[in-house]
């Protein structure tokens, strides 16, 4: 058995984490941090995970995902790599590759700039090879992984002009498990708000990822809106065409071969993807504004957090990739 730890599991994605890996075949989680609960039992917290103690800080370990907030995870995820432990960090604290971006975006310095240029970008879909040598997996953003899921194909196809908006909205556990007034019940139930457009932390990610992918330099405008949901997130990204194509040919052949990505013939609700490691995606084309139109949504906390780092922990330790990952929704 492969010894699994958790850093942080008393977060939503910690929960999650340990929920998802207790069902799989070929891991055992052996320790989880918990700073508010050290000391407890997790089956004392959340009564449906496993029965293990909650330790102040991190033990030997195979692999280990990080589940801190940006900013506190990196400090955290160094000395462990520097151990020669292989880490899944589901905090922001290595997704960008430029160090310059870091002070800006998040508030810090980062501490370990050399690891930032280690790092694989763990968007599992596209850069599965670099993730099974890696070291160091930076696991996607919610919101970036349903974008740029949902922009890959045309971008790789070079379809695109690099004008591209992303509308963006996410549940309520999105914003994770710390109190705020934005998440308190009365303020977000039957209500719905657009924040973060002077720029969302997310904006640089996906920026960057794009330009890779697309070999453009993209203009992006990304617009998030909390939605009075506990899971769920959909992105409706719009951008002119450089070119006539089949799109729903072009998407279905990209995705062909992945297991928790469809291409489907209608805009999907997020219901189809709650619960389920599935990235549900609707290409179209406006044929009045000749744009394209890409329609995406998945469960962010799974495909957009947890799911997607026990999918890559599949790559890196050469296990069957859909191995103990739900890919079918709850319904209703
Ligand atoms: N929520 C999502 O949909 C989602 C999706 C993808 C990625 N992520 C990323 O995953 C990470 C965890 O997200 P989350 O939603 O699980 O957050 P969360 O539910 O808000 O969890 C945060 C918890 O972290 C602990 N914490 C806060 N500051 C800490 C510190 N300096 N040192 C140690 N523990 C600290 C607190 O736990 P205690 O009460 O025990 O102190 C707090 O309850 C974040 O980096 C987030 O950006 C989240």
Redesign the pocket.
């Known amino acids: 058995m492969i010894r699994v730890g958790i850093v ?1 599991v ?5 929960a999650e984490l340990a929920r998802l890996l207790s069902s799989h075949p070929e891991v055992r989680l052996s320790w989880a941090t ?4 050290v000391g407890k039992r997790l089956s004392d917290v959340f009564p449906y995970l496993d029965d293990i103690q909650i330790t102040p800080e991190p033990e030997e370990a195979d692999i280990v995902f990080s ?4 900013g ?2 990196a400090k955290e995820v160094v000395p462990l790599v520097n151990k020669g432990m292989r880490v899944i960090d ?3 604290d290595f997704r960008l590759d430029e160090e310059s971006l870091y002070p800006e975006w998040y508030g810090f310095s980062h501490p370990a700039p050399y690891l930032i240029k280690e790092k694989v970008y763990g968007l599992s879909e596209l850069y599965r090879q670099d993730i099974a040598k890696a070291s160091l997996v930076a ?1 996607p ?2 919101y970036p992984t349903a974008t740029l899921l949902a922009l890959a194909p045309a971008l790789q196809e070079g379809l695109i002009q690099p004008d591209i908006v992303v509308d963006a909205k ?1 549940g309520m ?6 109190f705020s007034l934005a998440t308190h019940f009365a303020e977000a139930n039957e209500n719905l708000s657009a924040y973060a457009l002077e720029g969302h932390r997310h904006l640089p990610e996906i920026i960057q990822e794009v330009r890779k992918m697309g070999g453009i330099s993209p203009c992006v405008t990304f617009i998030p809106h909390l939605v009075p949901l506990t899971r769920g997130l959909l992105v409706t990204c719009y951008a002119s065409l450089t070119k006539e194509t089949n799109v729903e040919r072009l998407y279905q052949e990209f995705y062909r071969k992945e297991p928790f990505v469809e291409v489907v013939a209608f805009p999907p609700p997020t219901k189809l993807a709650l619960g389920s490691n599935l990235c549900l995606i609707h290409p179209t084309i406006d044929r009045r504004t000749g744009k394209l139109i890409v329609v995406g949504c998945l469960d ?2 799974i495909k ?2 947890a799911g997607q780092a026990i999918q890559n922990m599949n790559l890196m330790l050469n296990f069957p990739e859909i191995l103990g990952i739900p890919s079918k929704p709850l319904y209703p």
Not at 34 to 37: K, L
Not at 173 to 178: E, M
């Open positions: 942080n008393t977060g939503y994605i910690g918990g700073r508010s609960e589940a801190l907030p940006a506190s995870s589901l905090s922001a696991n953003g919610c996410s556990s999105g914003a994770g498990r710390t962010n906390l957009g957090g």
